[in-house]
C-alpha cells in the first residue's frame, strides 16, 4: 500500500502515469496549496509495493509500504 501526503503534493500526474495498476488518480478537493492531491484508490488490494509511484513523484510526498506475508 502507499500513502499520499497531500500536503506536499502538487497534483502533478507523475505517479498517475506510473501506476502500472491505475490505483492513483487526482482527487477532487484542494489542498491548502490549492492544487488537487493525488488519492490512492485500492478496494482489491492490487498494489504491488512496485515504488513506481513513489520513485516519479518530485516532492517526495510517497511512501510505500509492503506488507509481510501472513504465517
Do not use: R, W
Not at 506510473?18 to 488518480?25: G, K, N
Amino acid at each position: 500500500m502507499i500513502v499520499i501526503d497531500e500536503g506536499f503534493c502538487k497534483g502533478c500526474t507523475y505517479c498517475v502515469s506510473a501506476c502500472p495498476y491505475d490505483l492513483i488518480q487526482l482527487g477532487e478537493q484542494t489542498n491548502s496549496q490549492g492544487y488537487h492531491p493525488a488519492t490512492y484508490v485500492d478496494p482489491e488490494g492490487k498494489c504491488t509495493g512496485c515504488v513506481a509511484c513513489a520513485i516519479t513523484c518530485p516532492e517526495v510526498a510517497i511512501e510505500v509500504y509492503k506488507q509481510s506475508p501472513k504465517g
